[in-house]
């Protein structure tokens, strides 16, 4: 693989993450449980958005004139290289809280270290999305928190979500030659290494919301390289790519 | 209302060297969360420099009088500007 | 309009207090919360707020619809932030309703079981993507003509909502007319998607100003108190002579046979909406009432834990806090 492959495959898993993720945030708009929920989620989506525009974005360039667009309404699933946790349907709104929290820990903690890329575009882009997404870390932190310790049916419904969500964490740490390639370019770090800051992030929050983490070390993965992906990501592609695929060439 | 949040009256100071304003008002279980939910409502177009929070009912009011806030564009959301859309002159005023 | 045929409420009060309070409303001071007020004034304005405040939250649903199936990243974060301030409207106007004592979870029960209403137009559904272009020019267009006025009105908090909420809604228009007029110009089947959104919502859209009201006693007390600035069929008239140039400017054609223009009057004439069709949907019976109320009352019963637990863990939170001082 040379390093332009990899740099393609590494923009991919940024921007296929933030689109996919602000797709499932997006389906709450006009139905959260209160007006300033409803109004902060649609904020986090729309950062997400604009985070996908511009990796995606960066992506279709270096793949030889693509467009963001193109990437995101043309490809089908086994294109696709997201972390499988930002697939699954939000389900209630605890699971969709917990589910951002643990991609807001990670994408806090990557995009600090992106900042400092050496490729001057990537460090352009997480200097943006990084002051986003602490507020986005923020918001849910403190919501999880609120409700793992807020009533025994809320408790109880943020444990769930933990344990349910858990095996999907560690992907997010798995490297390959892909990451191995970026970490020796100075390009990004090797997911690997960012593993010990987010445990440490996840087990202090998770500790205030009277929340515990699984013991199993279990982790579904796949969606990062592609070879796998859950079977939510074919629907989810179905509504979101319909309108491109049924009027291919139009302009909206 | 059973367990309905409190209300909290939001001021705002748009620039460095303003005073705080009040912009309206929302629901919050909490000061904290007053103070994001205000910057997820009341900042939505600009980055407000500072947030105040007051629960309601702990406002002693004369009688008030203000008028409303206007707030400044955020970069990077240009949409939702009108004239980030291109309307031909000869469809009138929009 | 967004809060239509709202009644305005008799009103048996002091005469010295109502001639004082009148005075003040024709000399343009506004009313601010604290002020005496007439109880028929604080009613009309309760259900008028409040229904323009329900319209906004349901107004999320028709174009939430298509969110996710918005056809490229812009048009998406565009429609999200459109909808989204929607949701901000709606909370703008509650808040305004708060100050005249009464709760927005108060309101929201009331809107949840029936007993207040919100605009009929968001019982239509939205078909085709062009829908969400012709809601934001035609839909946000008529409540531009609406809101604008009222910006004006006698009730302060009232007011400054709407300043706030008109500055943002010349935004809506413009991107539903960018979207539309996309279309308009495309392919023919984008053509043919404009052509029906227009079809779809022409009546729909004059239906919101309301029935003629030039004379009903509820608007005349309503717009000595300010809180109606025009007649329903003055600002119906407006629209169309704004819209219809709009239409043409698309090569889109008004399903109105008899639209014409009339050098005389110097405005448009055009046929009246069904106003049976109305009083349907009014009823209950348009397209997606029912679904429109289920999915506000699914998000709220589902939403109830999340609003009970962080509630439990503030009071929790404050309590430690106390318990260390």
């Not at chain 1, 996908?52 to 992506?59: E, K, N, R, S, Y």
């Not at chain 1, 589910?99 to 903690?109: C, E, G, N, P, T």
């Not at chain 1, 070879?227 to 179905?238: A, D, P, Q, R, V």
């Not at chain 2, 009256?9 to 939910?37: C, T, W, Y």
Request: one cysteine or more; proline letters at 4%.
């Amino acid at each position: 693989m040379t390093q332009d492959e990899a740099f393609l495959q590494f923009l991919l898993r940024m921007g296929d993450n933030t689109l996919i993720l602000g797709h499932r945030v997006s389906e709450w708009c006009g139905h959260a449980p209160v007006l300033e929920e409803d109004i902060a989620l649609a904020n986090t989506a729309l950062d997400l958005i604009g985070q996908t525009q511009m990796w995606l974005g960066l992506a279709g360039e270096v793949d030889g004139g693509q467009s963001a667009d193109d990437l995101a309404f043309l490809r089908d699933a086994w294109d696709f290289r997201n972390v499988l946790m930002v697939e699954v349907p939000n389900e209630d709104f605890g699971r969709t809280m917990m589910r951002q929290f643990l991609f807001d820990a990670w994408h806090s903690i990557m995009l600090g270290r992106l900042i400092k890329s050496s490729d001057e575009r990537v460090a352009a882009i997480a200097a943006k999305a990084s002051k986003e997404v602490a507020y986005h870390l923020e918001r849910s932190s403190d919501t999880v928190v609120g409700l793992g310790d807020g009533t025994a049916e809320s408790h109880d419904r943020m444990q769930a979500a933990l344990d349910y969500l858990w095996p999907y964490v560690g992907e997010m740490f798995a490297s390959d030659e892909i990451d191995a390639e970026m970490a020796k370019a100075g390009i990004a770090p090797n997911p690997a290494d960012l593993r010990a800051e987010f445990d440490a992030l996840v087990q202090r929050v998770l500790a205030d919301a009277t929340l515990t983490i699984p013991e199993s070390e279990f982790a579904h993965k796949g969606g990062r390289n592609g070879k796998m992906h859950t079977e939510h990501l074919g629907h989810l592609l179905t509504q979101m790519q319909w309108l491109q695929r049924a009027y291919p060439g139009a302009s909206w | 209302m059973k367990n309905e949040w409190p209300l909290w009256e939001i001021f705002i100071r748009g620039q460095h060297g303003m005073s705080h304003r009040h912009v309206g008002s929302l629901h919050a279980p909490d000061a904290e969360m007053a103070i994001k939910n205000a910057r997820d409502v009341y900042t939505r177009r600009n980055e407000g420099v500072s947030i105040w929070v007051v629960e309601a009912n702990n406002i002693s009011a004369s009688s008030p009088s203000d008028k409303g806030p206007l707030y400044e564009p955020s970069e990077s959301k240009v949409y939702r500007h009108p004239t980030f859309f291109d309307i031909p002159d000869e469809v009138g005023a929009m | 309009m967004y809060a239509q045929m709202v009644k305005s409420e008799a009103t048996n009060d002091d005469p010295e207090k109502l001639a004082e309070f009148q005075a003040k409303i024709d000399a343009d001071i506004k009313i601010e919360p604290k002020d005496w007020m007439p109880q028929g004034y604080r009613k009309t304005l309760i259900r008028q707020i409040g229904q323009h405040a329900h319209s906004e939250i349901v107004g999320q649903l028709p174009e939430g619809n298509w969110i996710t199936r918005a056809p490229t990243l812009e048009r998406k974060a565009i429609l999200l932030a459109k909808v989204q301030d929607e949701a901000g409207h709606g909370l703008y106007l509650y808040g305004a309703a708060e100050t005249l004592g009464v709760s927005r979870d108060e309101l929201t029960e009331m809107l949840l079981d029936g007993r207040m209403k919100y605009s009929s137009i968001f019982n239509y559904p939205t078909l085709n993507w062009a829908d969400i272009g012709a809601v934001g020019w035609l839909v946000d267009g008529a409540a531009i003509m609406n809101q604008v006025p009222l910006q004006r009105t006698s009730y302060g908090p009232y007011s400054r909502a709407m300043i706030r909420i008109c500055k943002e809604e010349s935004f809506h228009q413009r991107q539903g007319y960018d979207a539309i007029r996309k279309m308009a110009e495309g392919t023919p089947e984008q053509k043919k998607m404009a052509q029906d959104a227009l079809n779809r919502f022409w009546y729909p859209s004059l239906m919101m100003f309301g029935p003629s009201d030039k004379d009903s006693v509820h608007s005349a007390q309503s717009m000595a108190w300010k809180i109606k600035i025009n007649t329903n069929d003055e600002l119906r008239q407006k629209f169309v002579d704004q819209t219809v140039p709009q239409a043409e400017y698309l090569g889109l054609t008004v399903p109105d046979p008899d639209l014409k223009w009339n050098e005389e009057r110097g405005h448009y004439d055009f046929s009246e909406p069904d106003w049976s069709e109305f009083f349907d949907v009014i009823k209950g019976n348009g397209p997606c009432n029912t679904d429109r109320l289920t999915a506000r009352n699914k998000a709220w019963d589902d939403g109830q834990w999340v609003r009970d637990g962080l509630l439990a863990h503030a009071k929790k939170k404050r309590a430690r806090h106390l318990a260390a001082e």
